[in-house]
């Protein structure tokens, strides 16, 4: 006997209002209404104003800081658990905190592992994210997890620029594999930074594995924060005789004085996703939406079938 597909709707969290209208447009449903009451000290109460009773329930928002954002998610994954819902499923485009991925030195906390079981104990039985900052983070969750790909987003593009001799480079030893996994797909070159910090957001040191004269080169991340690592790679390739340097990266932090950076530096073009909203335009920023992505995922886990389609690589 076959399983009924129960009925889906989507919710918004308010940071990611945007992309959730366009996520639910490639859906093919209207956003589900949610009112958000909020108390004179800033406490708030996001309330569904419809029955979500037997759906399967997608609650849609990026976790970055500041923690209302995560807390905004965590309230609405409560709400619809205790409305009943049958699945809940948090789509997160960008899983914050994720740069605490494990103990780099004594006594400090592992962020990533607590918003994973903050996420399930509030009642998500399902999530649906993409480009973690380390693959491993999928572990920190009990329940299952669509680690989604930008490369189906940014790989299109790539190839349309029809760029010659093209380079794919890292801009860290820890980017690696993805610009490796990038190198194949575009059947490129492949150069590595090496870098040091003074503490985190500070460079102190950084060195080029590889050789990128006369290249047009792409430097693959899956994060841009302050853009100096970004920015201070692009300058070194440019100096060691790289004909454009460009820069693709799933989440656009850009906070401190990233747009200023971006600004000065030698990099031609920074190319993102919405995963996080922009409220600054940059003539070098060239955002493309992951909408269609997580709608089509959407869609086949409401639907019960594959998506391995989806996982170019």
Known sequence: MSVPTPESKIFACKQSQHLAEAIAK???????????????????????????????VFIIG?????SDHLMEMLLMLDAAKRASARHITAVLPYFGWARQDRKDKPR????????????????????????LHAD???????????????????????????????????PDMGGSKRAYAYSKALESDVVICYKQREKANVISHMELIGDVNGKNV???????????????????????????VRAICTHPILSGN????????????????????????HPKLRVLTCANLFADVMLRVNENRSISSKFLM
Do not use: C, W
Not at 225 to 241: C, F, I, P, S, V
Not at 260 to 280: A, C, G, R
């Open 26 to 56: 490639a859906y093919g449903q209207p956003l589900g209404n949610v009112i958000t009451s909020t108390y004179s000290d800033g406490e708030f109460q996001p309330s569904f104003e419809e029955s979500v009773r037997g759906s399967r």
């Open 62 to 66: 990026s976790t970055h800081p500041n």
């Open 108 to 131: 400090v906390p592992i962020a990533a592992k607590l918003v994973a079981k903050m996420l399930e104990t509030a009642g998500a039985t399902r999530i649906i994210t993409m480009d």
């Open 136 to 170: 491993q983070i999928q572990g920190f969750f009990e329940k299952p997890v669509d680690h989604l790909f930008a490369s189906t987003i940014f790989l299109p593009y790539l190839k349309s620029l029809n760029l010659d001799n093209l380079t794919i480079a890292s």
């Open 218 to 244: 792409v430097l693959v991340d899956d994060m841009v924060d302050t853009a100096g690592t970004l920015t201070k790679a692009a300058d070194l390739m440019m100096e060691r005789g790289a004909l454009s």
């Open 258 to 281: 990233a747009f200023e950076k971006l600004e000065n530096s030698k990099l031609e073009e920074l190319i993102v996703t919405d995963s996080i909203p922009q409220t600054t335009s």
